[in-house]
C-alpha cells in the first residue's frame, strides 16, 4: 500500500470533490491564485502528475486556454478571472492548498500556502484573518508563504475547504496525540498528590453515601446536591471544571463557592455520625 504524506491525502480529497460548474470555477481561481501572472498567463508548476492531470481536465472542461511550457509547467489564461470575484469562499482556497498547499501532522503542526505574489499572499491572509484563522506571514526563497501552527486553526482551515475526512483524520492524530501527552502527566504526577486526590474522593463518595443513606439531604440546597451529583459522575474534574459544568443547569458559583459546599458536606457528615 502506497504510504501517502497528509498532505497527498487533503489534495486527493480536493480532487473527489463532486462540483458544480461555478464551483469548479472557483477552485481554478485558487489553484492559480499563488501564481505569478504576466500578460494574463498564469505560469503552474505542479510535478505531481495526479494533479497535474486533474488541473488540465478542469482546463478542458471550463474551456480555459492553456499551453506547456515545460514537462512540469503550465501557462494558464487567466480571463476566466472575470467572471470570479475573490471571496471567502471553500472552493477557492482548497485550490489555492491543491496548487500550493502543504499540510503536516504529526508531533509538531504546520500548514502553509506558498505565493509568488506578495499582494496575493497578503489578500489571502487579510480574508482568512477576518474568519478568525490566524495565519502568519513569512518570505523564504522568494516565495512568500502564509502558515499556521496551532491545531485548532488548521482544523477550522480544514472544515473551511470542505476536506472533511481529512479533518476527522487530523482530529483523530490530535486526539492520540493528547491521551499520549495526559498519559505521560499522570505517569509523571507526584505520588503524594495522586493519594491526596484519591483520598479527598474516597472521603466525599463516603460522606455523600451518608447523608443520603440516613435521609439528610433536606440539610442541602437543590445548588449543593447538583454539585454533589455532578462531583460523583466526575470525580477527577477541578472545581473550574464542576463550575462550568453546573453553568449548564443555570447555575453560577465561583470556585471558593463550590469549595464551601464539600466543607459543608463534611461538617453536616461529622455532626449526625457523632450522634
Given at each position: 500500500?502506497?504510504?501517502?504524506?497528509?498532505?497527498?491525502?487533503?489534495?486527493?480529497?480536493?480532487?473527489?470533490?463532486?462540483?458544480?460548474?461555478?464551483?469548479?470555477?472557483?477552485?481554478?481561481?485558487?489553484?492559480?491564485?499563488?501564481?505569478?501572472?504576466k500578460n494574463n498567463e498564469a505560469k503552474l508548476v505542479i510535478n505531481n502528475i495526479k494533479i497535474r492531470t486533474y488541473i488540465l481536465n478542469l482546463c478542458n472542461e471550463l474551456k480555459i486556454s492553456y499551453t506547456y511550457t515545460k514537462k512540469n509547467e503550465i501557462s494558464i489564461n487567466t480571463n476566466f478571472l472575470t467572471n470570479v470575484s475573490v471571496k471567502y469562499q471553500g472552493k477557492f482556497f482548497a485550490g489555492l492548498f491543491l496548487s500550493s498547499g502543504s499540510i503536516i501532522?504529526?508531533?509538531?503542526?504546520?500548514?502553509?500556502?506558498?505565493?509568488?505574489?506578495?499582494?496575493?499572499?497578503?489578500?489571502?491572509?487579510?480574508?482568512?484573518?477576518?474568519?478568525?484563522?490566524?495565519?502568519?506571514?513569512?518570505?523564504?526563497?522568494?516565495?512568500?508563504?502564509?502558515?499556521?501552527?496551532?491545531?485548532?486553526?488548521?482544523?477550522?482551515?480544514?472544515?473551511?475547504?470542505?476536506?472533511?475526512?481529512?479533518?476527522?483524520?487530523?482530529?483523530?492524530?490530535?486526539?492520540?496525540?493528547?491521551?499520549?501527552?495526559?498519559?505521560?502527566?499522570?505517569?509523571?504526577?507526584?505520588?503524594?498528590?495522586?493519594?491526596?486526590?484519591?483520598?479527598?474522593?474516597?472521603?466525599?463518595?463516603?460522606?455523600?453515601?451518608?447523608?443520603?443513606?440516613?435521609?439528610?439531604?433536606?440539610?442541602?440546597?437543590?445548588?449543593?446536591?447538583?454539585?454533589?451529583?455532578?462531583?460523583?459522575?466526575?470525580?477527577?474534574?477541578?472545581?473550574?471544571?464542576?463550575?462550568?459544568?453546573?453553568?449548564?443547569?443555570?447555575?453560577?458559583?465561583?470556585?471558593?463557592?463550590?469549595?464551601?459546599?464539600?466543607?459543608?458536606?463534611?461538617?453536616?457528615?461529622?455532626?449526625?455520625?457523632?450522634?
Open positions: 500500500m502506497e504510504n501517502k504524506s497528509f498532505s497527498q491525502l487533503v489534495k486527493e480529497e480536493i480532487m473527489s470533490f463532486q462540483l458544480k460548474k461555478q464551483e469548479k470555477f472557483f477552485l481554478m481561481a485558487g489553484i492559480i491564485y499563488c501564481c505569478s501572472v501532522n504529526g508531533r509538531t503542526n504546520h500548514l502553509e500556502l506558498k505565493f509568488n505574489d506578495l499582494i496575493n499572499a497578503e489578500n489571502a491572509l487579510s480574508i482568512l484573518n477576518s474568519h478568525g484563522l490566524e495565519f502568519k506571514k513569512i518570505i523564504r526563497k522568494q516565495k512568500i508563504i502564509i502558515y499556521l501552527k496551532k491545531i485548532e486553526n488548521i482544523c477550522d482551515f480544514l472544515k473551511a475547504i470542505e476536506t472533511i475526512e481529512s479533518y476527522y483524520l487530523f482530529e483523530d492524530g490530535k486526539i492520540q496525540r493528547d491521551f499520549y501527552n495526559s498519559a505521560n502527566r499522570i505517569t509523571n504526577l507526584d505520588v503524594y498528590n495522586q493519594e491526596r486526590i484519591a483520598k479527598a474522593n474516597l472521603e466525599f463518595i463516603k460522606n455523600y453515601q451518608f447523608i443520603k443513606e440516613n435521609n439528610l439531604l433536606d440539610e442541602f440546597s437543590v445548588e449543593e446536591l447538583t454539585l454533589f451529583e455532578l462531583k460523583l459522575n466526575s470525580l477527577d474534574s477541578s472545581l473550574n471544571e464542576l463550575s462550568l459544568l453546573l453553568e449548564t443547569k443555570n447555575i453560577k458559583k465561583s470556585r471558593s463557592a463550590l469549595n464551601h459546599f464539600l466543607i459543608k458536606l463534611k461538617k453536616i457528615t461529622k455532626k449526625y455520625q457523632k450522634k
